[in-house]
């Protein structure tokens, strides 16, 4: 089969920097993905190949161009959500991913939705009062989740944001923790943290915590309590019990919204403890005004080998 070969001429420097990502690693992928032989020679992208590979390689530069063309920054994620988007003609759909900004962060970067399953739970979470969102690592389940409440927060659509989550971490229990409630706390809900940061101070989060706006507290603290006018996020909701996830799901008040996460394929319970998160699935997946969002390895954000990592470990489990 002949070989044949296309020059795609970049906007300028910048465009060239951001197509071809840190040590050229997205023409790499691109190569790995279409067959396709990528060389970047100044502002000018040759693509040599197959008729085939070459379309498909020049098919996906195209789909990149919202980003490349201002010189914005490229993931490997972003390369295979267009690839997803060619191979089920979901282009507008795609431009529309592209283009819709979630956030800003404090250093002015913008936040989005990098895949379709992404795309699909903010969009959840913004309709609905109470969302399920289950998914491997890596997926930004929670930090999505983060985002939208501290926005919300921020915008006074609601009171407060309430970050909570089960402390069981490989059978560890907080009375073994040594110092005060929020020292015992704070190192399982760091993720959590890390996602505020993006959008408020560091200098204000104390103020908002004493105030009562922002609480960071273990599951077991909401029994009891009516959460009214408040954005409530339950994080690695599959070490939940049964019982404990119909303890804090019946917490919900008025005006009030809840996104719960978790992964199931990593249950830190004991053998023949039954996850609460599974639980609920199973008895919640028809009731009017729940969303259920599922995220898959195609979701993983992280580096692109925790997306091979994720994809090995399910075909393990699966093999059993």
């Avoid at 394929?265 to 609460?276: A, F, I, V």
């Avoid at 609920?280 to 954000?301: H, M, N, P, W």
Wanted: with cysteine; charged share 25%.
């Amino acid at each position: 089969m002949s070989e044949v070969s296309k020059v795609i001429e970049l906007s300028n420097s910048e465009s060239a920097i951001a197509l071809a990502g840190e040590r050229e690693e997205n023409l790499k992928i691109l190569s790995r993905h279409t067959g396709a032989s990528i060389v970047l020679r100044g502002q000018e992208l040759h693509i040599s190949g197959t008729d085939t590979q070459v379309e498909r390689a020049s098919a996906l530069v195209r789909s990149l161009k919202p980003f490349w063309q201002e010189g914005k920054s490229i993931t490997g994620v972003d390369i295979l959500t267009a690839a997803q988007a060619l191979d089920t003609d979901r282009q507008d759909e795609l431009q529309d991913l592209q283009q819709d900004i979630l956030a800003r962060t404090r250093r002015g970067e913008t936040l989005r939705a990098k895949t379709f399953g992404q795309r699909q739970y903010i969009k959840a979470v913004l309709s609905h009062d109470l969302t399920f969102c289950t998914g491997p690592a890596g997926t930004g389940k929670t930090f999505l989740a983060v985002v939208i409440a501290a926005q919300a927060l921020l915008a006074n659509q609601y009171e407060r944001l309430i970050l909570t989550r089960p402390a069981v971490e490989a059978g560890e229990k907080l009375g073994f923790l040594p110092g005060d409630l929020q020292q015992k706390v704070n190192p399982y809900l760091r993720p959590l943290y890390d996602a505020l940061h993006e959008l408020i101070d560091a200098e204000k989060m104390p103020s908002l915590m004493e105030r009562g706006v922002i609480e960071v507290a273990p599951l077991a603290y909401m029994r009891g309590r009516t959460l009214s006018n408040a954005f409530v996020i339950v994080d690695e909701a599959q070490n939940t019990t049964p019982a404990q996830m119909k303890m804090v799901l019946t917490r919900l008040g008025f005006r009030s919204r809840m996104v719960v996460t978790g992964d199931l394929t990593q249950t830190d319970l004991q053998p023949n403890q039954p996850s609460g998160l599974a639980v609920a699935k199973k008895i919640l997946r028809s009731t009017e005004g729940i969303a259920f969002c599922e995220l898959t390895t195609k979701d993983v954000v992280r580096n692109a080998l925790v997306q091979r990592i994720v994809a090995a470990y399910e075909q393990h489990e699966k093999s059993f």
